[in-house]
């Protein structure tokens, strides 16, 4: 085998052996690892200290210690059982059958997609259900009491990520037949989480109420910075998911940081006309509705329409979380805590929409390998296929119904059957005192906080003795 490689004149760095079968290609391997810790720097650390630095200062270490333990939890959920159940063997026409992901023979074999052995494709995969999970979070912190957070993770990642992503990415998936276009995830990751988020808000509780009416962010740059790398991972997010280092995969990329950008200023504007003040947490806001809105059309089309989108997400979440949130009592009821109704469910949907018209054949050709039912309405209307493009609206939406009715039913019964095993919400004592009281730990000690709460009830260390001191001839002082 390696002789008739070698007459082709391929240089002895290509050449297939055990490591590096024929069918693996290197280039793409390489880029997809790549893109899959670009995705996981956005949750760890890029989530972990934006939701640090965007709570009050008593909730810092809660919040950033939410989003650590879900992405510790989702792995070993996913090896043992989530990835299979994702994109594995059909058990029914939106479910794969539960398997283990952990055997070298599976691992080291080619991937349902692309020239990726599957333990590639298993940690790019992973990422993306973790940061799933880290969204949901944003919705209910300040309250929800860790224990049950620690129930909530395997479940949700179990009953409604596996659902969401075998329907829409797996071959087999009833929608991905019927050709719905979800590039990256705005259905499977933001849409769902956007609703879970806000469901599992409605059944956790508020706030305390003086957390509500002032909730200001205790570190606006670690915010910035949490923001920054979410922003930057997305070239991984988006990038990454034709699974091959293609043109296509650039062109995703470019559409991904235009749209963020076009989004941002958008919602900046608005700000600046409305309310008279640039908001930088405003501004952050805008670039997150920005790149979840391009996700689901990243690879499929133009940068023009990548422009438009950008301009439509930075104004109609602001919109609904401007103006429709505070006229809305059914809104105001439900305690969203980084509002993301509106920066992911809002935005997921309208991105899953703007594909279905602006979807380009020969881009879908590009990323599917065929673009027989994959046509954006307006090149429906244009190539006169009038009926093709109104139907890839039409499955968009079904593609919207299906997702939020899933998360709704299932984060309900989720969070339902967590209330008969641990309190959903921490008490209001809990809640008044924050990390001490859920960990026995504080985000900053300083200006002599962290000596007044050394020896703090809530502390597990609190109690450790220091070693007994003796003094030595001449006044010196040293442990014993």
């Not at 949901?136 to 957070?149: H, K, Q």
């Not at 590009?366 to 609206?393: N, P, R």
Request: glycine content about 12%; charged content about 10%; hydrophobic content about 50%.
């Amino acid at each position: 085998m390696v002789a008739n490689y070698s007459a082709l004149g391929l240089p002895p760095n290509l050449l297939p052996d055990e490591a590096s079968p024929d069918w693996m290609n290197k280039g793409d391997n390489a880029w997809q690892l790549t893109a899959a810790t670009l995705v996981g720097l956005q949750s760890v650390p890029g989530l972990i200290i934006l939701y640090g630095g965007a709570v009050k200062k008593k909730w810092a270490v809660n919040s950033a210690f939410m989003a650590l333990y879900a992405f510790a939890c989702v792995l070993i959920c996913w090896v043992g059982w989530g990835y299979r159940m994702s994109f594995g063997d059909e058990l029914l026409p939106f479910w794969g059958k539960p398997n283990l992901s952990l055997d070298q023979k599976y691992l080291l074999d080619r991937a349902f997609m692309g020239y990726l052995p599957n333990a590639t494709m298993v940690f790019f995969q992973f990422v993306f259900a973790a940061i799933t999970l880290i969204l949901i979070a944003g919705a209910v912190l300040g309250r929800m009491n860790f224990y049950a957070w620690m129930l909530f993770v395997p479940l949700w990642l179990t009953f409604s990520y596996t659902f969401g992503a075998f329907s829409i990415w797996c071959p087999s998936g009833w929608l991905a037949k019927a050709g719905v276009i979800d590039y990256s995830g705005g259905f499977v990751i933001h849409l769902s989480s956007g609703v879970a988020g806000f469901t599992a808000a409605y059944w956790v509780g508020p706030r305390l109420t003086k957390d509500r009416e002032r909730f200001p962010p205790n570190n606006i740059l670690l915010m910035l910075a949490g923001a920054g790398l979410l922003w930057m991972g997305w070239t991984g997010f988006n990038g990454g998911d034709p699974y091959v280092a293609s043109t296509d995969a650039s062109l995703a990329v470019l559409n991904t940081h235009v749209c963020a950008a076009t989004s941002l200023l958008t919602w900046l504007a608005l700000d600046v006309i409305f309310f008279g003040k640039a908001s930088v947490i405003g501004a952050v806001q805008g670039m997150i509705t920005g790149l979840v809105c391009i996700t689901p059309a990243a690879g499929v089309v133009h940068g023009w329409a990548a422009i438009i989108m950008g301009i439509c997400s930075g104004s109609l979440p602001w919109f609904t979380m401007m103006v429709v949130h505070k006229k809305s009592e059914l809104l105001q009821q439900v305690d969203d805590t980084m509002a993301v109704l509106h920066t992911h469910a809002v935005a997921g949907s309208l991105g899953g929409l703007l594909t279905g018209l602006f979807a380009n054949p020969k881009l879908n050709r590009l990323f599917y390998g065929y673009d027989s039912k994959y046509f954006g309405m307006f090149y429906g209307f244009a190539m006169g296929k009038i009926h093709t493009g109104f139907g890839q609206v039409g499955i968009q939406l079904v593609g919207i119904i299906y997702i939020v009715v899933l998360n709704v039913i299932v984060t309900s019964l989720i969070c339902l059957f967590i209330q008969l095993i641990v309190p959903l919400r921490m008490s209001d004592e809990e809640m008044e005192v924050g990390d001490e009281a859920a960990h026995g730990e504080e985000a900053y000690a300083i200006w002599g906080q962290g000596e007044k709460l050394e020896t703090s009830r809530f502390s597990a260390y609190a109690d450790i003795e220091a070693p007994p001191m003796k003094t030595k001839a001449g006044g010196q002082v040293e442990m014993t």
